[in-house]
């Protein structure tokens, strides 16, 4: 094990501490998940294939489907790092019951705000790149200028560089809600050039979806806005970045949007079939060609897509295009659909991944863990001794308790493995024998004929 730990990749303290800190609270690490990335290789290439596709122009929309803690929020990260790394631009947001895809009220354009405040780039990996977008396409055009002997100080530089803004923009005015867009856009560049942080503010708070009235938009802006970012049309602007984005010098936008359950929870029956229209036509935009350089990925547990009461597949147009056909055999896999079910990771995987853990944990605090190799795939036996958890086991469980071991050898040197796992298997024994023994409790009155008074 020390030599092991000696030949691995140095990760830099920063990531690892919180990517540690996050994996033993049972939260997916913002930072640092190829670290820890193990198996998940099918559906890696599938999802790389997507951005493929979105930089040649296209639309991409995938389910990744899980039970919580399968790992539906880590391959989303994961994918996000790799999209950035290939240079698109990410957005992500986690529903929740006060931001959804459709609703009054302000939950609908919730989420935009969310997804633009986590807006992403290789050079602003942690959101907030909004602002350095554009100030980077400015820059590039700036550049592009001075090629042609165009400088800053030429009389003739301003009005270049509105031909060159205003030939992109132009195209944007044709696509619903382009006008507007492109028009504060335009207020924002020329409040660049002019150093106007109060005009530049304003425009950023538009395009954000922070305005709630048309007439407060104006006034911040000072020029007339026909419309504001507002809950019925937020995902017509994610389409216009998606193309903006493009015209930038970048590959695409891949937008993430996680804890789709709680859609599926929504009780009103109405408010739930708004929210998966809004799914619909997203579905049809990406396939159909209608929203070119747009990816979606969108993560939920089994009962948000299956349920055929409250889950997508009660709503009849989504479950003729998500379910399974009658073909998808068990035993065979297919990652071409929109829909890709994430499987339990092999006992080997899980395996890798501990020895995984065990290393990262012994650089983050320059110790050398009190384990062994055989210990370890003890650990994972015990893990998969409980009901069930052969097909029901998660890495998020299982990690949890694997650092929990990790932290009481580490702080109490006395301590060892054999006692650790010995006291809590001869707990879990007596719980089950006294189980048992228990008598069964009625769980409800059976009244039979005898039993009635006439």
């Known amino acids: 094990m020390a030599e092991q730990i000696q030949d691995a990749v140095r990760v830099p303290r920063r990531i690892l501490n919180a990517l540690l800190a996050s994996v033993s609270a049972g939260v997916v690490p913002r930072a640092g998940a190829p670290y820890i990335a193990i198996g998940r290789t099918d559906e890696i290439s599938a999802l790389l294939g997507d951005l493929e596709s979105v930089n040649d122009g ?17 391959l989303m990260q994961l994918i996000r790092g790799y999209a950035l790394e290939r240079d698109f631009i990410t957005a992500d947001a986690d529903l929740s019951p006060e931001r959804r895809l459709y609703g009054s009220g302000g ?24 602002p350095r977008l554009i100030a980077r396409w400015i820059g590039d055009m700036q550049a592009e200028l001075a090629g042609e002997s165009i400088l800053p100080e030429d009389e003739r530089f301003r009005a270049a560089l509105n031909a060159k803004i205003n030939t992109v923009l132009r195209e944007m005015e044709f ?55 507002d809950d019925d049309n937020w995902y017509d602007y994610l389409k216009l970045w998606a193309a903006l984005v493009r015209h ?70 989504l479950r003729s295009r998500l379910c399974d056909s009658r073909f998808a055999l068990e035993g065979f896999k297919n990652l071409i659909g929109p829909v890709i079910r994430l499987r339990r990771l092999s006992n080997d995987e899980l395996l890798a991944l501990i020895r995984r ?17 055989e210990e370890m795939v003890q650990f994972l036996g015990i893990c998969l001794d409980r009901a069930g958890a052969d097909a ?26 054999a006692d650790i796992v010995g006291t809590v298997t001869l707990t879990a024994a007596a719980d089950s024998a006294e189980a048992e023994e228990a008598p069964a409790a ?10 009635l008074v006439f």
């Not at 995938?62 to 880590?74: A, D, N, P, T």
């Not at 990406?286 to 349920?307: H, K, S, V, W």
Request: net charge neutral.
């Open 175 to 229: 696509l619903v809600g382009g006008f507007d867009f492109a028009s504060v856009i335009t207020a924002y560049y020329r409040a660049y050039l002019d150093g106007d942080d109060t005009r530049m503010s304003a425009c950023l708070r538009w395009l954000r979806g922070e305005f709630a009235t048309k007439t407060e938009a104006r006034g911040a802006l000072g020029m007339p806005v026909s419309t504001i970012i």
């Open 392 to 417: 029901m086991i998660t890495p998020r469980e299982m990690l949890r308790d694997y650092m929990t071991i990790l932290n009481i050898l580490m702080q109490n040197e006395s301590a060892s493995f």
């Open 442 to 451: 009625p769980t409800s009155q059976t009244v039979t004929l005898d039993d």
């Open 58 to 74: 296209g639309g991409s929309m995938r389910f990744l489907i899980g039970r919580y803690g399968s790992g539906k929020s880590f």
């Open 357 to 373: 853990i065990t290393v990262l944990y012994a650089q983050n605090y320059n110790w050398t863990p009190r384990i062994t190799e």
């Open 107 to 130: 939950s609908g354009v919730a989420t935009y705000r969310e997804l633009m405040k986590n807006l992403a780039s290789k050079a602003s990996p942690d959101g907030g790149a909004l």
């Open 248 to 317: 930038m010098g970048y590959r695409g936008l891949v937008v993430f949007i996680d804890e789709c359950v709680n859609l599926y929870k929504i009780s009103h029956r109405i408010s739930r079939e708004n929210n998966y229209e809004k799914i619909l036509s997203m579905f049809n935009d990406t396939l159909q060609g209608r929203a070119p350089g747009l990816a979606l990925i969108l993560g939920g547990t089994p009962q948000f897509l299956e349920d055929s009461r409250r889950g997508l597949f009660s709503y009849e147009a």
